[in-house]
């Protein structure tokens, strides 16, 4: 259930749908609005998510939430760009200086890569060592390019979770290159929840934790991230547009289970929770890809 009033993508056996959730339902928006918002990526581009919320969230839900399956709420187009190695106990994990280096480190991941909320992560027949890295997201409302900083919380339209579903070994391929090992189809998850984004205090010190199977194995507050939200946006909008509905994942804490001495791999019958506070649960079982 959200911890408040959120936007949700989904699909039915009507098609793909967004709605707004509210208590243990669903307020289908697509039904009712389709020439205003047709799709998430209008309702970003429109400034919307308010609006939305204040019109529909007094009403009766259409559906159940067990109803629906879930989608990852990428809206058509959006460019989803990672931070790596944003808190410092991952970066001493990486033998790195706990201090924040100039610049970030950034990746970008491909929409195909995502699945929803309860829809299983997908090991591939390639490698055993598919591992998790719990995240918050931001999802861009106001798009720009060399955002200040000073205005940068300006630009967030809403907050969701992401499980960054990594193939370890792929990112050894190349020297300097680990777009292969964070685009293997279906390997990670973002949802369930759009939450508005209400202002600096919303985000400023967020814990953050991951549980696998029940135990945790990630827990960090976002008050210790090496980047604040601030500057990330900052930092990417200097060398890219920002455009409504793109995605910045912002790191992962330290813990991942290719850390653990001996590592522990993601197997079929896991399930990975991430959960921040105010933003909700993502949650995800494993499965094997199935490979004809």
């Known amino acids: 259930m959200p911890a408040r009033s959120a936007l949700v993508a989904y699909s039915t056996s009507s098609g793909p749908a967004f709605g707004l959730a509210v208590g243990d339902g669903i307020v289908e928006i697509s039904a009712r609005a389709g020439n205003k918002w047709p799709d998430l990526r209008a309702v970003f581009e429109r400034g919307a998510l308010p609006a939305i919320v204040d019109a529909y969230a007094g009403m009766a839900p259409d559906l159940a939430l067990s109803d629906i399956v879930y989608a990852p709420p990428i809206p058509a187009g959006a460019k ?3 931070v790596g190695v944003n808190y410092p106990d991952r970066a001493a994990e990486y033998g790195t200086a706990v201090t924040a280096p100039d610049y970030p480190s950034l990746f970008v991941r491909f929409a195909e890569s995502f ?3 309860e829809v299983p992560l997908t090991r591939p027949p390639e490698s055993v060592q598919l591992d998790y890295e719990g995240e918050i997201a931001i999802v861009i409302g106001k798009g720009g390019r060399r955002i200040a900083e000073d205005d940068a919380l300006s630009h967030i339209a809403a907050l969701t979770l992401c499980n960054e579903g990594s193939v370890r070994d792929w990112m ?3 020297k300097f290159n680990v777009t292969q090992a964070k685009n293997f189809a279906g ?3 973002l949802g369930p929840w759009l939450i508005p984004f209400e202002g600096e205090e919303q985000i400023a010190d967020i814990r953050l934790t991951t549980r696998v199977n029940g135990v945790i194995r990630q827990d960090d507050r976002t008050s210790r991230m090496l980047f604040c939200f601030r500057r990330i946006i900052n930092y990417v909008s200097t060398f890219t547009s920002l455009s409504p509905g793109d995605i910045i994942v912002t ?5 991942a289970g290719a850390r653990s001495d001996p590592p522990v791999w993601l197997a079929p ?3 990975v929770e991430i959960e921040a506070e105010g933003i909700g649960v993502l ?3 494993i ?3 199935s490979v004809e």
């Open 80 to 82: 989803i760009l990672c």
């Open 115 to 117: 699945v929803g909320h």
């Open 172 to 174: 050894r391929h190349g």
């Open 187 to 189: 390997s990670g998850a």
């Open 251 to 255: 790191g992962t804490p330290s813990g």
């Open 269 to 271: 019958g896991d399930v």
């Open 283 to 285: 949650s995800n079982g």
């Open 287 to 289: 499965v094997d890809e």
